[in-house]
């Protein structure tokens, strides 16, 4: 018997902690403005991070990479629409965010940015897919890896050359999202920093 009320009241416990503890936690979290800011800050800076993949292996200052391009355009596509704007509850702004108070007095522009940015990202989905499955970009580095100009094929060189322009298109539209949205709801560094 003794052993029944144990594991009855260890249950209890657990059920109590499952089901008021953590969603009060939850709760308590989203609430406060700091980690909300500081959450949008490292998603951020995630997408800075992809977008520098991203241009560098459009520029060729990177290896055309067909696995870490897509990861880093699904990131950016995972981060952005509704994903984005979550991250701006109301009012959350303060000493150590750069947000203007403006986004949550033009709230359908704000979003509209974020939407934007989901759409040119998916953009670049569908074109890179595209240059990913006619391979041209990656057969042409690796003959030019190997250092045979002389080896490489003029035709081939033209559809990877073609593949890159349409992707630096995408990319494109995807930093005008960025920056149109900084310039309207970010507040600028100041020269000092
Ligand atoms: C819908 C509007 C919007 C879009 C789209 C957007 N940003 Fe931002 N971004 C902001 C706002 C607002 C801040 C300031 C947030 C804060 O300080 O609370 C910010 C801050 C930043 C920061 C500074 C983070 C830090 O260290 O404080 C970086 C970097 C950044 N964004 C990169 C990007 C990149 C790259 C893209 C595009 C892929 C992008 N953002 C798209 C609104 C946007």
């Known amino acids: 018997m003794r052993k029944f009320l144990k594991t009855t009241y260890i249950a209890v416990i657990t059920i109590l902690l499952g089901t008021f503890l953590f969603p009060?936690?939850?709760?308590d979290q989203a609430g406060k403005p700091g980690n909300v800011i500081?959450?949008?800050?490292?998603?951020?800076?995630?997408?800075?991070?992809?977008?520098?993949?991203?241009?560098?292996?459009?520029?060729?200052?990177?290896?055309f990479k067909n696995?870490?391009?897509?990861?880093?355009?699904?990131?950016?596509?995972?981060?952005?629409?509704?994903?984005?704007?979550a991250l701006f509850p109301?009012?959350?702004?303060?000493?150590?965010?750069?947000?203007k108070t403006g986004i949550w007095g033009d709230w359908v522009s704000f979003k509209g940015y974020a939407d934007a940015l989901e759409k040119a990202a998916k953009g670049l989905e569908k074109t890179s897919a595209v240059a990913i499955?006619?391979?041209s970009i990656v057969?042409?580095?690796?003959?030019?890896?190997r250092g045979s100009y002389s080896g490489v094929n003029e035709a081939e060189?033209?559809?990877a050359m073609a593949d890159m322009k349409i992707m630096q298109q995408s990319f494109i539209a995807i930093a005008k999202t960025c920056?149109?949205?900084h310039e309207k709801f970010k507040i600028p560094k100041k020269k000092a920093e």
Not at 24 to 27: E, H, I, S
Not at 42 to 52: Q, S
Not at 93 to 98: C, D, L, Q, V, Y
Request: aromatic share 2%; with cysteine.
């Open 24 to 27: 009060l936690q939850a709760q």
């Open 157 to 159: 060189k033209a559809k």
């Open 133 to 135: 499955k006619n391979g």
């Open 90 to 99: 109301k009012g959350s702004t303060g000493e150590k965010s750069r947000a």
């Open 38 to 63: 500081a959450q949008r800050t490292e998603v951020m800076k995630l997408m800075a991070g992809k977008m520098e993949t991203i241009h560098d292996m459009l520029d060729g200052a990177l290896h």
């Open 179 to 181: 920056k149109g949205c």
């Open 139 to 145: 057969k042409v580095q690796k003959q030019m890896s």
């Open 67 to 85: 696995e870490a391009f897509s990861h880093a355009v699904k990131e950016l596509k995972e981060k952005s629409g509704a994903h984005l704007t």
